[in-house]
């Protein structure tokens, strides 16, 4: 680490020194229980130290701040993916040369082959299907009357439209909600948590690498255009298994983080319900709103490849950077009254939640159509929403709550 | 100013076009309509930066950054 020297003695002025500023270290623990339930605090904390913050546990400098955190996701080539984004490397070597574990030029490629069927034009035919499903799925809710947020709604639409997009048979998908958790735990440090849920991965790269044969997946479905591609040659078939993954793991537990934090937010805050629901228009920024005050994916790392300076101070090539979203879309730098939950908010879209630049989520067309669908029937159908207390999950990376009570009444 | 379009990017999330409208646009199908020939009209430089930096993909550039 670049050792921060002052000047030297007075009158000794004719001695080379480098003036380096010293980069602020932490022994906050992003990965300790109490962070993970109530992170926001010390990502403030860490934002008000600097720039850039070495984390000494993990050897890694954890950018907090929102241009800081902008900037780098927008500088690809000196915070490079092709690495890993994972803390620990056993993921980082697994994931190699999937579209969020690559570089340009190949990653515009394998991106470009993954993300035709997910850009917004694409899924303009599932719109009408997607609303039909969620307008079912509100009148289910509102005549059953209790109901958890987390498995009866948040859980329930994704496993409802994801695995059959996939092309997806049926056995398995009892599987799909832990794979996508394990997914995401081991992109963390290489904890306990992380370790835990190795032997769950293990069987998801058993199945995938099953299920990616010729004939497996429902023809013309997302996953087999994707076998195809491997058959063509357009995509390596060693990498399948990998690229199923991409499909399949992200589409999980980020949604239903997000939905399940419309559901707490919403319910929470009923005039801010009510202001959706007398003008419907505004559900788009309310579900940005959403991303940006409980952020699914609280960060992920690059790879500094070159000496690389944010805000004056310099990230040395070679380390390790902890992209923080979830506290970029939070800091009082870039936000009036960031904590504040507000459905109007005039640059909620300019949140850093699905990531931002060429690594930006390529499932974000599908997250927002999930999400509108369902904040759309409610809008319709629902005059009140009840809350309980949530239970948040300690995940080393989703924002995850287990289980939230909740009631829906219906609007007269 | 100059505004740099990659095409082989652009997802037609449209969020440009709330940014800029006069600028950008998506047709009925959903495919991403510039209204400019490279160097942004004068008095749509706001719009225009503003663009740039909320498309969610790194699809528009400002011309003579990479």
């Known amino acids: 680490m670049p050792a921060g020297r002052a000047a030297g003695a007075e009158g000794d002025e004719r001695r080379a020194i480098t003036v380096t500023p010293t980069i602020p270290r932490s022994d906050i623990d992003l990965w300790s229980e109490e962070v993970i339930q109530a992170p926001y605090a010390a990502y403030r904390e860490l934002r008000d130290l600097g720039p850039a913050v070495w984390l000494e546990r993990y050897q890694v400098y954890a950018v907090t701040r929102y241009d800081d955190v902008y900037e780098a996701l927008h500088d690809h080539d000196a915070f490079a993916s092709g690495a890993g984004v994972a803390l620990n490397e056993r993921l980082n070597q697994k994931m190699k040369g999937s579209a969020l574990v690559s570089d340009p030029p190949y990653h515009d490629h394998v991106r470009g082959v993954m993300g035709g069927p997910l850009t917004p034009k694409a899924l303009r035919a599932h719109r009408e299907d997607f609303q039909r499903l969620a307008d079912d799925l509100i009148d289910r809710l509102l005549e059953r009357g209790d109901f958890d947020a987390v498995v009866d709604f948040a859980q329930l639409f994704p496993l409802s439209v994801v695995p059959d997009l996939l092309g997806w048979p049926t056995e398995g998908r009892e599987n799909f909600l832990a794979w996508a958790s394990a997914g995401f735990n081991a992109l963390g440090p290489m904890n306990e948590r992380a370790e835990a849920d190795i032997p769950v991965l293990a069987g998801m790269w058993a199945f995938m690498a099953e299920i990616v044969q010729p004939g497996r997946l429902r023809a013309g479905s997302w996953g087999d255009d994707l076998v195809a591609a491997a058959q063509a040659g357009t995509v390596s078939k060693q990498l399948l298994p990998a690229l199923i993954g991409d499909y399949l793991v992200p589409s999980l537990d980020t949604t239903v983080s997000s939905l399940t934090s419309a559901m707490l937010l919403l319910g929470r805050h009923p005039e801010q319900w009510r202001a959706v629901r007398e003008d419907p228009a505004l559900i788009p920024n309310a579900l940005n709103e959403v991303i940006r005050l409980e952020t699914p994916i609280r960060a992920l790392a690059r790879t500094v490849t070159r000496d690389r300076e944010l805000s004056g101070t310099v990230l040395p090539a070679g380390s390790r950077a902890l992209i923080v979203y979830a506290s970029a879309n939070r800091d009082e730098r870039h936000w009036d009254e960031p904590e504040t939950f507000d459905v109007t908010r005039a640059n909620a879209n300019t949140h850093v939640g699905f990531g931002h630049g060429i690594h930006g989520c390529v499932g974000q067309g599908l997250a927002r159509l999930e999400g509108h669908a369902l904040l759309t029937a409610l809008a319709e159908k629902v005059e009140t929403i009840d809350v309980g207390q949530p239970e948040y999950r300690v995940h080393n990376t989703i924002r995850a709550i287990t289980t939230l009570p909740a009631t829906l009444k219906a609007s007269t | ?66």
Do not use: I, N, W, Y
Request: proline content about 6%; hydrophobic content about 40%; overall charge negative.
């Open chain 2, 1 to 66: 100013m100059k505004v740099f379009v990659d095409r082989a990017r652009c997802e037609g999330h449209g969020l440009c076009e709330d940014a800029a409208p006069a600028l950008f646009g998506l047709d009925d199908d959903g495919e991403l309509v510039v209204r400019f020939s490279e160097t942004v009209p004068a008095g749509q430089e706001d719009p225009a930066d503003a663009a740039v930096r909320v498309c969610p993909v790194g699809a528009l550039r400002r011309s003579g950054e990479s």
